[in-house]
């Protein structure tokens, strides 16, 4: 089943909120080797004027994962996900993602093609507060890999 290309520009229902945890940034951190303090220590962050420990940059990949898969889970989309491979990823900041925000994740898919019988989804999911303050734009690209691939 090929991607139904009628679906660009639709967007998925916000999430739940998801309140950033100190320790979820410092797993995070020691998970891909940063080791700079400001993923550790809260007054590390503070010095370089956060109000607590700042997440690495790809940290929002943690919430947005779970945003998308509403839309992997759609079955009108025809995403088959055992035959998906990551693409590409891309973040655009207003501001970092720090210990004790709440975020909220809306998706919404900003293109669906077709190369050389592989389907190609790009998703653009808007990371804000709860009180809609913009915090960061992250991009995803899955190719839905053809069945004889």
Sequence with gaps: MSLDPSFVGRT???????????EKIREFATAIGMTDPAH??????????????VAPPTFPVIIT?????????????????????????????????????E???VSVIEDVSSRGGHGFLTIRTDVGTVAGEPVVAVWSKIVVRREDA
Excluded: K
């Design 103 to 105: 975020l909220v994740c």
């Design 12 to 22: 998925y229902p916000p999430t739940a909120p998801y309140l950033v945890g100190r």
């Design 65 to 101: 994962m779970a945003a998308n898969q509403q839309i992997v889970d759609d079955p009108a989309l025809g995403v088959d996900y055992s035959r998906v491979v990551h693409g590409d990823q891309r973040f655009a900041y207003t501001r970092p993602v720090v210990a004790g925000d």
């Design 40 to 53: 550790h220590d809260p007054e590390a962050a503070r010095t370089l004027g956060h109000p607590d420990v």
